[in-house]
């Protein structure tokens, strides 16, 4: 389970790289189209489909990796509360939600990108399925990650290493 842990932690760290220069590019694309626009007065026409479309690659594979680590928003002011036989079957059914959620995103995920997918982005002229590859991805990431945190629960494992 060791190696497991180690390998998505370590996938985790490079999403991550990639995600912060994802969001670096973001920045010096608006940056830059914010100063062709308003002092050039000659605006960078493919600036707003390419920041969306990184945007979107950039938070999916964030949302992914929180998943694994349990970084996402929860209300536990009653979890606190149960028991830990209870606190226990709660984790094992949230994991078993999210694994089953993520399967089910992944399955209709690909479908609608079969279908969306062959039509074009208005300004370059790329394929649309560069707005569904990181999700069709992050799903599998996420399913992936529900399935080891599900066993990992099961058998009382406790990861020793956070990723930072």
Not at 21 to 29: C, D, E, K, R, Y
Not at 127 to 138: E, G, R
Request: net charge positive; hydrophobic share 55%; with cysteine.
């Amino acid at each position: 389970m060791k190696k497991a842990d180690d390998l998505i932690l370590a996938v985790i760290r490079w999403i991550r790289l990639a995600a912060s220069f994802l969001m670096l590019l973001v920045t010096v694309v608006t940056v830059a189209q914010v100063i062709a626009r308003y002092v050039f007065n000659n605006p960078i026409l493919w600036s707003e489909e390419f920041c969306m479309v990184t945007l979107i690659w950039f938070g999916f594979f964030c949302i992914s990796t929180e998943v694994y680590l349990g970084g996402h928003m929860s209300i536990d002011v009653i979890y606190h509360k149960f028991p830990d036989k209870i606190k226990y079957l709660c984790d094992i059914l949230r994991n078993i939600i999210i694994t089953f959620f993520s399967a089910v995103m992944t399955i209709y995920t690909i479908k609608v990108s079969l279908v969306v997918g062959k039509k074009l982005l208005p300004i370059s002229r790329l394929p649309k399925l560069l707005i569904y590859i990181p999700v069709v991805a992050c799903a599998v990431l996420m399913t992936v990650y529900g399935a080891l945190l599900t066993v990992q629960q099961m058998i009382g494992y406790k990861r020793k290493e956070e990723v930072s």
